[in-house]
């Protein structure tokens, strides 16, 4: 079930990558459309944050290509801002928090490349929406993983981006946290932004999403929620190896998950 979009924000185009010879993404083809909340499930191990990395250039590809906007990553990077997943940071370097922040606003930086008062203020605002204005000036590495998360948010928020791709951003936050992150997700889509969001909990994937992309080395589904989160679809991904699916699949069976409603 592939179902592609029209005027794409994003088109990965029959796109292979490998890491030693050994393939991760196999021949992905799917379209997203621009404006929405986008879902990418799958196993561990299944490629979701490989395809994230391959969006932004960050690693080689065998063949295939990405157009973001209809253009290569190249040509639009300063229009879009990745928060890489957490594990695959080195959280040792030395900054705090703020100047994390204002490192997202270096692509808006003036002529002398200086850091203007008004940066400081976007920085210190993404913050406040994050919840971390009261750690502003402290180390990056003495923040707990879901303050480190939020700051690295707060980053791509003042970066100002067309379209986001967030690798695991529910990963180690709390609930509380998680809703205030969705919050501010929801907002950024009514601003006709395109959120791309590496999730792994089901459940509330039918809730939080537009669309979902499926992925297990293979596209195994990319279209509107309804129609990708199937009990038999999401068997194809998981192989029914977890028993959180059968649960998952019952529930959504009975459909007894909400139904969305378009929020636009
Ligand atoms: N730098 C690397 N060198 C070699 N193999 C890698 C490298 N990075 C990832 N891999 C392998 O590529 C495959 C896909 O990895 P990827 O990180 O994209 O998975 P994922 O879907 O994001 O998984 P997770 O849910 O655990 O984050 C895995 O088998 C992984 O072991
Ligand atoms: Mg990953």
């Not at 021949?27 to 499930?41: F, H, K, R, Y």
């Not at 209809?70 to 928090?97: C, H, L, M, N």
């Not at 400081?120 to 402290?138: P, T």
Request: with cysteine.
């Amino acid at each position: 079930m592939i179902i592609h979009t029209q005027n794409p924000v994003i088109e990965v185009h029959d796109l292979t990558a490998s890491y030693d010879r050994r393939p991760v993404l196999w021949n992905v083809d799917l379209t997203l459309p621009e404006g929405s909340l986008i879902g990418i499930i799958g196993p561990n191990g299944a490629g979701k944050s490989t395809l994230l990395k391959a969006i932004m250039g960050l690693i080689p590809v065998n063949s295939g290509y990405v157009h973001l906007f209809g253009k290569t990553i190249d040509e639009v990077r300063s229009k879009v801002s990745y928060v890489p997943q957490r594990e695959s940071v080195d959280w040792d370097f030395p900054a705090s928090a703020l100047d994390v922040v204002l490192m997202g606003r270096y692509g808006k930086l003036g002529l002398f490349r200086r850091v203007r008062p008004s940066d400081r203020e976007v920085a210190l605002s993404c913050l406040q929406k994050v919840g971390m204005e009261a750690f502003a000036n402290r180390q990056i590495s003495q923040l707990s993983g879901g303050q480190q998360q939020r700051v690295f948010l707060a980053r791509a928020l003042a970066q100002d981006a067309q379209l986001y791709c967030l690798d695991e951003p529910f990963a180690g936050v709390d609930i509380a946290t998680e809703n205030t992150i969705m919050e501010i997700l929801r907002t950024m889509r009514k601003e006709g932004k395109t959120v791309l969001v590496v999730h792994h909990d089901l459940q509330s994937a039918a809730e939080y999403f537009d669309w979902v992309i499926l992925l297990n080395v293979r596209l195994v589904a990319c279209g509107p929620v309804e129609q990708v989160l199937t009990p038999e679809l999401l068997q194809e991904t998981y192989g029914g190896k977890l028993t959180i699916l059968a649960k998952a699949g019952e529930l959504l069976q009975k459909e007894q998950y909400p139904v969305r409603e378009k929020k636009k």
